[in-house]
């Protein structure tokens, strides 16, 4: 009996319904908006210290988070936006050296030797010359820190 009613049901054409999305669409362009507003290729923000000129580069690589050295064209050193000291052409750096201890001493409180963290940012001016550069790297590499990053003003 039920099979005679379905077949004896005349099925009616469907019309095609319109579905409208212009609300739909107009808050996606409005993430859209919000996200690209928000998006930055690095979390990294370093705030240079005065008469501090950058190098240019082209690389792509951005830096992380870590202890920031920078080294203005006076050859004043600075850990963090702190002045520490003066870098001088050959040895190392006592100041520096004083200063990353004390840093790397709180850090490692708490962490085992797998987790201490051995990156840090360097930032020199680009005239500084060769061997006050190889002195602040050679005394950041006594105080643990044996991972470099050069941070350098991108060309984008």
Do not use: W
């Not at 936006?81 to 201890?101: D, I, P």
């Not at 020199?124 to 990053?149: Q, R």
């Amino acid at each position: 009996m039920k099979r005679m009613f379905f077949n004896n049901y005349k099925r009616e054409k469907k019309e095609q319904m319109d579905l409208d999305i212009t609300s739909l669409l107009d808050v996606l362009v409005i993430l859209l908006v919000f996200l690209l507003k928000s998006y930055n290729a690095s979390e990294l923000k370093i705030n240079l210290v005065k008469d501090l000129v950058v190098p240019k580069s082209e690389a792509r690589i951005l830096g992380n988070h870590a202890i920031i050295v920078q080294v203005d064209k006076d050859k004043k050193i600075y850990v963090n936006k702190e002045e520490v000291g003066f870098a001088y052409g050959a040895g190392q750096n006592n100041a520096l050296l004083a200063k990353l201890n004390e840093m790397r001493a709180d850090i490692d409180k708490d962490l085992t030797e797998s987790k201490k963290d051995k990156k840090i940012n360097l930032v020199f001016d680009e005239k500084l010359p060769y061997n006050v550069m190889k002195t602040v790297m050679h005394t950041s590499a006594m105080a643990g820190y044996t991972e470099f990053k050069f941070i350098v003003q991108g060309n984008y």
